[in-house]
């Protein structure tokens, strides 16, 4: 079965400084994968998505960048952080859309940002 | 454009039927989904529906969908205290948008024993 693994769960860290929140799939191949964001205020923004390797589609201008080394990979960047990137961030995947499976989106356990 | 609207709070007793109500824009939408998430955790798929069907059914999860309306509902029965969690319908965006998902601002479920 497939699995979606996200790291760190949480972290602290002060402004100015860099970021690197992680992402894994396992149990499938050339999965579409995305990076959203929650803040306090509850509504979900999609900030990247991948639908290959190397391929990245940016939603809104921002301090943050993705990239996808490898296949089931995708990490979420930054190399200066601000007061506003503060937020929990999930990741998710779906299948290749060339599939019914594609349809549906699951989703890590989230990480937990807070900047300081 | 596309967007998703739901009310933000919704309190019910322990036993009785909870309603969850949505509006979406994107007449073009395919799919429409609605996931639960607990208190600092992640969002997990409940259901989803696709457009060509009015209802679906999935134990105690009811879905019904007014295409004509472009209005989505989630019918939970017999709700329970563990169904406490805000819940967020969704729409399939744009195909060539890699099938993103465009969320509602999500439904506080309370329920009281």
């Known amino acids: 079965s497939q699995t979606i693994h996200q790291w760190p769960a949480t972290l602290v860290q002060p402004v100015g400084s860099p970021l690197s929140l992680e992402c894994t799939v396992e149990?499938?191949?050339?999965?579409?994968l995305y990076w959203y964001r929650q803040a306090a205020g509850r509504g979900l923004q999609l900030l990247f998505y991948?639908?290959?390797?190397?391929?990245i589609s940016s939603e809104v201008p921002q301090n943050l960048s993705a990239s996808r080394p490898q296949d089931r990979q995708f990490i979420l960047s930054s190399k200066k952080l601000l007061l506003s990137d503060s937020g929990f961030y999930l990741c998710a995947w779906s299948a290749s859309l060339a599939i019914p499976s594609g349809n549906t989106i699951y989703f890590g356990e989230g990480s937990w940002l807070t900047v300081v | 454009g596309e967007d998703v609207e739901q009310s933000l709070f919704l309190s019910v007793r322990e036993g009785d039927s909870s309603v969850i109500n949505c509006t979406y824009t994107d007449s073009s939408s395919t799919y429409l989904y609605w996931y639960k998430q607990e208190p600092g955790a992640g969002l997990q798929l409940l259901t989803y529906i696709f457009s060509n069907m009015d209802m679906k059914q999935d134990q105690r999860l009811t879905v019904l969908l007014n295409k004509k309306d472009k209005h989505l509902s989630l019918r939970i029965a017999d709700t329970q205290t563990g169904d406490s969690a805000i819940y967020f319908c969704a729409e399939k965006g744009d195909w060539n948008q890699g099938g993103k998902l465009i969320f509602g601002q999500g439904t506080e479920l309370s329920v009281k024993p």
């Open positions: 149990g499938t191949s050339n999965p579409n």
């Open positions: 991948s639908v290959g390797i190397g391929q």
